[in-house]
């Protein structure tokens, strides 16, 4: 079956720019996930989306981040203005179901690099 | 608060040498428990995963990890190291709530010696 898709693979933009990013789960999975991996660090979660609702964005930068994802499927991560702090790779991840008796699959994530 | 600890930031092993990684949490309740690598420049591939029952898993690549109650542990096990398993590893714990979300610990990055 296919992976998670991300797009796209590198990004470069320059401080107070905008970026946006997309993942297309796989298919049928309900839960979809935003990880954000800054070099060095493990991935940290910003926003888990069930369906189309969201379940925790409780570590999501709300002043200058956001996402959605449209009809339960494809998700949009964006970041309006971007920091140097914000380099990173962004990973997608999705899950089957709500029960979480299933693993994360994850997406080869975008590489953000913000000068 | 729900937490991950992988102690290790680096490990240095031999080829050929057996390797344990490191993994604690801190959760109320028996969470769901994941352990992933990551090669430079790939995304994250599980090696293994516990929900329930035996608690020694089998996972990809030779590895096998034991969950520990007692400990809140879930330490990765590999009897004989390849020089191709140089990586990062990250735990992965998931919390049975209402989020049900997967929180990673900062990682170990092993480094095998030839």
């Known amino acids: 079956e296919a992976g998670v898709a991300q797009s796209p693979r590198y990004k470069i933009i320059e401080k107070r720019q905008s970026v946006a990013f997309w993942c297309n789960p796989i298919?049928?999975?309900?839960?979809l996930y935003w990880y954000q991996q800054i070099l060095g660090q493990g991935p940290k979660l910003l926003i888990q989306?069930?369906?189309?609702?969201?379940?925790?964005d409780s570590q999501l930068p709300k002043d200058r981040f956001s996402a959605e994802r449209l009809k339960g499927v494809d998700s949009t991560l964006k970041i309006q203005p971007a920091k140097l702090e914000d380099s990173a790779v962004y990973l997608c991840?999705?899950?089957?179901?709500?029960?979480?008796?299933?693993?994360?699959?994850f997406g080869q994530g975008t590489r953000l690099t913000v000068v | 608060a729900q937490s991950v600890t992988q102690p290790d930031i680096h490990i240095t092993v031999s080829e050929g040498a057996s390797l344990e990684l490191r993994c604690n949490y801190s959760y109320g309740a028996t969470p769901y428990l994941f352990w992933y690598v990551q090669s430079p420049g790939q995304g994250l591939q599980l090696l293994l995963k516990?929900?329930?029952?035996?608690?020694l898993v089998q996972g990809i690549k030779g590895f096998e990890a034991e969950f520990k109650r007692s400990q809140s542990s879930f330490n990765l096990r590999k009897p004989s190291v390849h020089w191709s398993d140089a990586a990062e590893y990250f735990c992965a714990v998931g919390f049975m709530n209402r989020d049900d979300k997967i929180i990673f610990g900062k990682g170990t990055r092993l480094h095998i010696l030839p």
């Open positions: 516990y929900f329930s029952g035996d608690t």
């Open positions: 298919s049928g999975h309900a839960t």
């Open positions: 989306f069930q369906n189309n609702g969201v379940v925790d």
């Open positions: 991840a999705s899950s089957l179901d709500p029960d979480m008796n299933t693993e994360a699959f």
